[in-house]
């Protein structure tokens, strides 16, 4: 088990703020792209911050978009569709869509609009 499914994603989710801020984009559209790629609505995000929640249970409880599969591209060297684990891939898929974000690609084509 990789140590990252055992980590919470509300000590995460600064690094991500911090990430996509520093670039120019806000916590609102962080927010968004979390809650399109989860399912969650804001209260559920809230409380999975709140309690601590670990990647592992976080994403056993998302009802993921259904066209995840339109996430492609590099994540740390690894191309995020290769991914062979389904949770590590999810974790990417996130990573992946922070990193357009910050990398100042529009909402829509983040979104997969």
């Known amino acids: 088990m990789h140590r990252i499914f055992t980590t919470s994603f509300a000590s995460v989710y600064p ?3 911090a990430k996509v801020e520093r670039k120019g984009r806000t916590v609102e559209e962080l927010d968004q792209v979390i809650r399109w790629l989860t399912g969650f609505d804001e209260a559920a995000l809230r409380r999975h911050l709140a309690d601590g929640t ?3 249970e976080f994403f056993a ?4 978009n259904p066209n995840v599969s339109s996430i492609t591209g590099v994540v740390c060297g690894v191309r995020v569709e290769d991914v ?6 999810k974790i990417r898929y996130l ?3 922070v990193d357009e974000l910050a990398k100042g690609r529009p ?3 983040i979104l997969r609009g």
Do not use: N, R, S, V
Request: charge should be negative.
């Open 15 to 17: 690094l991500y703020i």
């Open 54 to 56: 670990t990647f592992e």
């Open 61 to 64: 409880e998302a009802q993921l």
């Open 84 to 89: 062979d684990d389904p949770l590590m891939q």
């Open 95 to 97: 990573d992946k869509l």
């Open 107 to 109: 909402m829509d084509k």
